[in-house]
């Protein structure tokens, strides 16, 4: 599986343009992508971290006679991940065309990649998983939110609320009726989520891959949360069920990975799963903050 990446030259602001100019107004200047890709500069390190990127960027650029955009769009090009890069154009600017075409007339050297690696390497990382900064604050969008996108996202799951107070949270998946339970229940501050696997309507996500299965049921726990008003920082203890004990390190660093910032308490065993599809299972508690 390989990746088609866009934003390499990050709305314009990778370019020659850029290179040791005064710090810009980022909410009034360019255009709607550059205002977007300048929320992601300052959370990386703002100006002068990119002045570094940009300094590293053209040297390596002089040395082959092409741009600093051209240099940028054919770092990423040359990462093992990547099939290709989406360039934007806009009409009336046709000299783009014909820069962009010498993205393909260079490779980078074994120099060029290190000097550029360096000034990656003083830069904040970006917080968040792929396309999480359009799904959790801080939005890192033009606007700052989502407000030019969407007025408002839907509850991952259905809710019910019962006359004695406790709040439903249901998928629609017939084994809910069939055995007598819920996603997941709220009463008062306390949110607890029944076992969870990597399970999508008929279909079972992750293959054999036990870190893959741990993911999925962890966002399957994040949206049971949410729909509930709580969220994985609210976590207070997790309970994960491994069918095969071989796969407990994987699994448990998938825990780490998405538990860590929080540490709940946290149990993991080996126990038989139903159906042999299942490699994980996860439940979880949690305590509304400030509720």
Known sequence: MK?????TV???????????????????SGTWSQMKYGRFMRVAGGWEALQRVLRAADGVARRHGVSIANVASRY???????????????????????????????????QDREELE?????????????GDEYRK???????????HHVESFPAPYAVRRRADGRVLCLSGTPWESIAGFSRATRLGTRVQVSGTTATHGDLAIGG????????F?????????????????DVVRTRVFVARMADWEAVARVHGERF??????NTLVAAALVGDEYLVEIEAEAEVSGA
Do not use: M
């Open 208 to 215: 054999t891959d036990p870190a893959a299965q741990a993911h």
């Open 3 to 7: 990746l088609l990446a866009y934003g």
């Open 217 to 233: 049921a962890i966002d399957k726990i994040e949206g049971a949360l949410q729909s509930l008003g709580a969220k994985l920082e």
């Open 76 to 110: 990423i090009l040359e990462q093992p991940a990547v099939a290709g890069v989406i360039i934007g154009a806009r009409p009336g600017e046709r000299e783009h065309i014909a820069d962009n075409l010498r993205v393909f007339s260079f490779a980078l050297t074994r």
């Open 137 to 147: 604050p801080p939005f890192l969008t033009a606007s700052g939110d989502l407000s």
């Open 118 to 130: 360096a000034a990656l390497a003083t830069l904040h990382p970006i917080p968040g998983d792929c």
């Open 10 to 28: 990050a709305g314009g602001w990778l370019s020659n343009r850029w290179l040791g100019q005064p710090e810009p107004d980022w909410e009034r």
């Open 260 to 265: 860590g910032h929080i540490q709940p308490a």
